[in-house]
């Protein structure tokens, strides 16, 4: 049987109706909407889409959301600055410093100079360790979409095997966490795994976020598993074009899954409504 879909695209609507409710209620209480300032350093068009919709969505929801656009050739002091700066300004509650930087600027020196309390990508080490520690604060944006993608799911997590594939610090790592949070039984698998597929197969829920196309084949998944698949992966279409792909062979897997998400339209939307989620929740811990 075909896989249910997990529309992303229209779950996002939801959490941003949600936000959207939130930002008014904080700026009744508050008198002043939550700020969120997007940082972009340098011309990388896909950046540059990024950035202008996570503007045009903050904005949307009647929070005051700002872009600063950098030339590639600022120099990390600059960086620095501006993020000192936005630190210091008591109407920003949420700052994003955009990756990738250009390779002339220390990408780990600007993100752990941004104050905890605004990092609402969660990528500070502060807040990573929170998250490992079982005392989570502001997590990273597409785990937590990864999350109620699988609430949708109904997907029991308690006991479940979950095999998430990737071990970054923006997916892999905290999405493991947020599963080990629900009791779910955690591996996390990478691109140095023996016997990926037999890992995988264990799986009742399998997250794919390592950056390969299709990397995940229909045989690794186990038949009624729900598969996330995080990848964003851009290949030849064979006709002269291109085409998004996941870092799941999605034909193949849907039809074994019992729930899968689609790529574009799965967990891609998901990331910035939980970007807005995220930047109300530091709202609310700062005006506290
Ligand atoms: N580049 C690609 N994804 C992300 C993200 O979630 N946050 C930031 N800051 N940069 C990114």
Redesign the pocket.
């Given at each position: 049987m075909a896989a249910r879909i997990l529309d992303g695209k229209k779950l996002a609507e939801t959490v941003r109706a949600e936000v959207r409710e939130g930002v008014a209620a904080f700026k009744a209480k508050y008198g002043r909407a939550p700020g969120l300032e997007v940082v972009l350093v340098g011309d990388d068009p896909a950046?540059q889409v990024?950035t202008r919709n996570k503007e045009k969505a903050s904005n949307e929801v009647g929070m005051q959301g700002r872009l600063h656009v950098l030339p590639a050739s600022t120099p990390e002091d600059e960086v620095l600055a501006l993020v000192e700066r936005l630190n210091a300004d008591d109407n920003v509650d949420g700052i994003?410093?955009?990756?990738?930087l250009p390779k002339s600027i220390n990408e780990q020196r600007v993100l752990d100079a941004v104050d905890p309390a605004k990092d609402v990508?969660g990528?500070h080490p502060v807040n990573a360790g929170l998250l490992a520690a079982g005392r989570p604060r502001l997590v990273?944006?597409?785990p937590l979409g990864c999350m109620r993608l699988l609430a949708l799911a109904e997907v029991p997590l308690k006991g479940a095997r979950a095999v998430v594939v990737g071990r970054s610090n923006?997916v892999g790592k905290p999405v493991a966490q947020l599963l080990l949070a629900e009791h779910a039984t955690v591996t996390i698998a990478h691109s140095r795994t023996k016997d990926l597929a037999a890992v995988c197969r264990e799986a009742d829920v399998l997250v794919a976020a390592v950056g390969k196309a299709e990397l995940v084949r229909g045989d690794f998944v186990k038949p009624g598993a729900v598969v996330i698949d995080v990848g964003i992966n851009r290949v030849d279409a064979g006709n002269g074009k291109t085409k998004l792909v996941g870092d799941v062979a999605y034909a193949e897997a849907a039809e074994i899954a019992s729930a899968i998400t689609p790529v574009p339209g799965g967990v891609g939307p998901m990331?910035i409504a939980y970007?807005l989620q995220n930047t109300l929740t530091a709202a609310h811990a700062r005006a506290a």
């Open positions: 950046s990024y994003l410093v955009q990756l990738p990508d990528f990273p944006c597409t923006i990331t970007l």
